[in-house]
């Protein structure tokens, strides 16, 4: 029978040998990272896609031609490249997407030779999976293509991209806790002698290993693994526990959000917390009596907010509002000239937060910086939706008249 001193026991221990990696890995100079300084370290396209293809690239800066790429083929066991005629692209338009007919879209890593053999990468960090993605790609260049789905630990993608598909079948799970730390392992014996190289190669390990919430130093990591064989149960029973505190200071978190707010608007505005943040596309938004229907500010998870990436900003799919009315009508807000995008369901989106890593997540549990967090993030929401107001009513003015 596993007893609480157990349990405080394994978690006094781990947090021990945790505070002992991050004062090795200060001594070591581990902290300084360039990918973490320039606040680049889920950027899916921006940086992972980018190192992985320029590697992977025979034309690529590296000047070392083929030997990265041969590295990596070695490693996931395919053979079916040319490697003499091989190429690299980053974002590679394979046509219209069309999700019922299952084709189309853009691949973010692709391989391909002479002969049109291709390799199509998915890379995976944070962002959710799209409508029938995986299907779409693997109905692409039948049968001389390859669908490889690369994600941090090689989950799964979800029912909706991969319908019936099977992986090792149809497609293959890649991940970068192994696969992808394993080719740049055997990249690093080919670059000793080029030192920018090899330099660029360590930061990159280190800053997927902190992604991947791996140690950095194999001491350290085989004293965790004894620690868990001794207390496995005690582990498992942990384990099974992290997930639900996590999503419960979610809620808190959002539900703290909603009350600041509150103070700032309140006659006339509605305010609400998503109570499952276990679905997707949930969070909190904001309404006012005067906003056109189905139009308002939110603050959402992409997927889920306790693990992932969340935008926030003016969401109005094109089915439900006039966006040209829309955009005329919030062309004056200032706010919304501040590096806001937008998409068929977000006339302007903007990411506000990011718990994808145990890091950025672990400010749910310190008061102090939650409570900055909370204040930040409310202050944000607020002022946008104020500044919308009037522009927003005016809209659904505009729209009656129509």
């Given at each position: 029978m596993v007893t609480i001193a157990t349990y405080s026991k394994l978690i006094k221990d781990s947090a021990r040998i945790l505070k002992h990696q991050k004062e090795i890995s200060f001594l070591k100079g581990e902290n300084f990272n360039i990918f973490s300084i320039l606040k680049m370290e889920t950027k899916e396209n921006s940086t992972h896609s980018a190192f992985l293809g320029e590697f992977l690239n025979p034309e690529g800066s590296h000047g070392l031609g083929t030997v990265f790429l041969k590295l990596f083929l070695e490693t996931i066991h395919l053979d079916h490249i040319?490697?003499?005629?091989?190429?690299?692209?980053?974002?590679?338009?394979?046509?219209?997407?069309?999700?019922?007919?299952?084709?189309?879209?853009?691949?973010?890593?692709?391989?391909?030779?002479?002969?049109?053999?291709t390799v199509c990468i998915e890379n995976k960090i944070d962002a959710p999976d799209q409508n029938v993605q995986i299907e779409r790609y693997c109905n692409f260049n039948i049968p001389r293509n390859k669908v490889y789905y690369l994600t941090k630990e090689g989950e799964e993608p979800s029912e909706p991209s991969k319908g019936k598909l099977k992986s090792g079948i149809h497609f293959h799970n890649l991940s970068y806790s192994e696969d992808i730390i394993q080719w740049l392992t055997l990249c690093l014996k080919e670059v000793s002698t080029y030192p920018i190289l090899r330099e660029s190669i360590n930061q990159y390990i280190i800053l997927i290993k902190k992604l991947t919430n791996q140690l950095t130093d194999s001491k350290?990591?085989?004293?965790?693994?004894?620690?868990?064989?001794?207390?496995?149960?005690?582990?498992?029973?942990?384990?099974?526990?992290?997930?639900?505190?996590?999503?419960?200071?979610?809620?808190?978190?959002?539900?703290?959000?909603?009350?600041?707010?509150?103070?700032?608007?309140?006659?006339?505005?509605?305010?609400?917390?998503?109570?499952?943040?276990?679905?997707?596309w949930t969070g909190l938004y904001i309404n006012h009596k005067q906003w056109p229907d189905k139009v308002y500010v939110k603050l959402e998870g992409q997927s889920?907010?306790?693990?992932?990436?969340?935008?926030?900003?003016?969401?109005?799919?094109?089915?439900?509002?006039?966006?040209?009315?829309?955009?005329?009508?919030?062309?004056?807000?200032?706010?919304?000239?501040?590096?806001?995008?937008?998409?068929?369901?977000?006339?302007?989106?903007?990411?506000?937060?990011?718990?994808?890593?145990?890091?950025?997540?672990?400010?749910?549990?310190?008061?102090?910086?939650?409570?900055e967090l909370v204040i930040q993030i409310s202050q944000k929401l607020a002022a946008l939706s104020k500044a919308c107001e009037t522009p927003l009513g005016q809209v659904k003015e505009a729209e009656a008249l129509i």
């Open positions: 040319h490697l003499d005629s091989a190429r690299v692209k980053l974002e590679h338009y394979i046509g219209k997407r069309n999700d019922e007919a299952k084709e189309g879209g853009r691949m973010d890593i692709f391989i391909y030779d002479k002969d049109y053999n350290m990591e085989n004293e965790i693994q004894n620690l868990i064989i001794a207390n496995y149960m005690a582990t498992k029973t942990l384990e099974s526990n992290v997930r639900k505190v996590e999503l419960e200071y979610a809620k808190k978190f959002l539900e703290e959000i909603k009350f600041e707010i509150g103070k700032e608007l309140k006659d006339d505005w509605i305010i609400e917390a998503y109570h499952d943040l276990d679905e997707p889920k907010v306790p693990w992932n990436d969340s935008i926030y900003g003016i969401i109005g799919s094109n089915d439900v509002c006039d966006r040209e009315i829309l955009n005329k009508e919030l062309s004056g807000v200032e706010i919304l000239n501040e590096g806001f995008k937008n998409n068929k369901v977000w006339p302007f989106h903007k990411t506000l937060l990011n718990f994808g890593n145990i890091e950025s997540r672990s400010v749910l549990f310190n008061e102090m910086e939650r409570r």
